[in-house]
Each structure stands twice: as structure tokens, then as C-alpha cells.
């Protein structure tokens, strides 16, 4: 089984830029989160989301920042208008089950945006 | 709010070595989640364990074994005979049950880190 996909693995933007990041979920799951990880800073959740819906975007800075996991399609963390602060890794996991269930996320390799 | 410590920033140790990483997390709820998962340096986040709050019992896997405590909110990760390739950074995760109510059940609240080194 294929895991949890992300690309671009790379990343480079200048200021003002857009930036987007693709998540494929492991096979079977439907359940996508967005987790950014800032030089010296632990991992901070950022979106949970299901199919067509967003779930609980708490962790999501209010603005330049969206999310979103179609119907059919990866999932897409958007970052418009990118400033040198946005520079991180950003993780994708998936879940089976989720809403259901408090379940294991599967971590995809992340993706390392470096903005100039 | 759910926190999670690790003290530990950085361990080193030389193979052959026993470590510990400590952690220790902060909930109001009565039924949570407890992981651990380890970032080598190639940078991919793998999942190495879950817990239930209800289960205490201390679990073995190869060289990895984890000490659950509810008593002192700890859940602590023991490396038996480590080895260089267990150098990564390890990462301690908290999640809410989904039976807590509202939509953050799916948030994992993770501790800093603790960047293990392992010497040959």
C-alpha cells in the first residue's frame, strides 16, 4: 500500500508569491490534516478535514491561508501571498476512520517551503 | 487545553545504550490518546505507538518498550541497546477522544521533540 503522499517534496517561492501544497491520503482514508513544522518548533496542527468539508480549522492563520479536499483530488493547503515567516515543512496525515473514532495518523513526508 | 512536555531537547548516548525519553501531558479530559512518533533525518514523521487512556499496561516491541503512568501523566519511551540508526528526533503527541464533543478530536497537540544522537 502506497502511504500518504505529499508534492511538491521541495518548495521555492518569492514574497508574494502562491504556494501549493498536495496531500494524497493513504488508500482508504478519508480523513486529511495539515500540520506545519517552523525551524526550532514542534509540529502545530493547522486543519482537519474530510471529504468536502472542513472539520475543525483551528490551528489555520486567519488569513492567506486555505485548505481544502474535494471530492475527488488530493487535498490542498493554499498559501497566498507568501512572506519569509511561512518557511517550514508542512506534514499531511491521513486517518480511516476519524469522525468515529480517535485514529492513528499516517504522516506523509512533508513538504519544505523556503520562501526568498 | 491539552500541553505536552518533553524537558529532554537533546539526548546523546553511545550504542549499546539504554535511553529514556520522558513525557509528560496535560488534559482535562478522562479519555484521550497518547503516541509516539519518530522523524529521522531523511524527515519523515513515522507512528511508533498509540495508547488509550484506559489501558495502563506498559507495552514491548523489540527494543521499544513505553511506561504509561496516569498517576503522574507521563508516558515515557525506552530505547533497550540503541543503536545509530535510532538517531532521529522523537516526538510525544496528545489527542482528544472523539467521544469528548465538538470537532478538535482530530488535532494531535505534539511535545517539542527530543533529538536523540547515537554514537557507534
Known amino acids: 500500500n502506497a502511504g500518504v503522499m505529499q508534492n511538491p517534496r521541495h518548495l521555492v517561492r518569492r514574497r508574494g508569491q502562491e504556494a501549493r501544497l498536495r496531500c494524497s491520503p493513504m488508500?482508504?482514508?478519508?480523513?486529511v490534516y495539515w500540520y506545519r513544522q517552523l525551524p526550532e518548533e514542534g509540529l502545530k496542527f493547522m486543519v482537519y478535514?474530510?471529504?468536502?468539508?472542513?472539520?475543525?480549522e483551528s490551528g489555520m492563520p486567519k488569513e492567506r491561508f486555505s485548505a481544502e479536499f474535494p471530492k475527488e483530488g488530493p487535498s490542498i493547503l493554499r498559501i497566498q501571498q507568501v512572506v519569509r515567516g511561512d518557511s517550514a515543512a508542512y506534514f499531511c496525515?491521513?486517518?480511516?476512520?476519524?469522525?468515529?473514532?480517535?485514529?492513528?495518523?499516517?504522516f506523509g513526508p512533508g513538504t519544505r517551503l523556503t520562501v526568498l | 487545553a491539552q500541553k505536552v512536555t518533553q524537558a529532554q531537547t537533546e539526548i546523546s548516548v553511545v550504542e549499546k545504550e539504554d535511553v529514556t525519553l520522558d513525557c509528560v501531558y496535560e488534559?482535562?479530559?478522562?479519555?484521550?490518546?497518547l503516541f509516539w512518533y519518530k522523524q529521522p533525518p531523511s524527515g519523515e514523521l513515522v507512528f511508533l505507538i498509540r495508547?488509550?487512556?484506559?489501558?495502563?499496561q506498559n507495552e514491548i516491541s523489540g527494543r521499544y518498550s513505553w511506561n504509561f503512568q496516569k498517576s503522574t501523566s507521563s508516558f515515557n519511551f525506552t530505547i533497550t541497546a540503541s543503536q545509530v540508526v535510532d538517531s532521529a528526533v522523537y516526538f510525544c503527541?496528545?489527542?482528544?477522544?472523539?467521544?469528548?464533543?465538538?470537532?478538535?478530536?482530530?488535532?494531535?497537540?505534539f511535545g517539542q521533540g527530543t533529538i536523540l544522537t547515537v554514537h557507534p
Open positions: 496525515a491521513s486517518s480511516p476512520l476519524g469522525g468515529i473514532k480517535t485514529d492513528t495518523q499516517y
Open positions: 488508500k482508504g482514508h478519508s480523513h
Open positions: 478535514l474530510q471529504k468536502e468539508n472542513i472539520i475543525d
Open positions: 488534559t482535562r479530559d478522562t479519555t484521550y490518546y
Open positions: 495508547r488509550n487512556s484506559f489501558d495502563e
Open positions: 503527541a496528545l489527542s482528544r477522544s472523539a467521544n469528548a464533543g465538538g470537532t478538535s478530536y482530530g488535532k494531535l497537540t
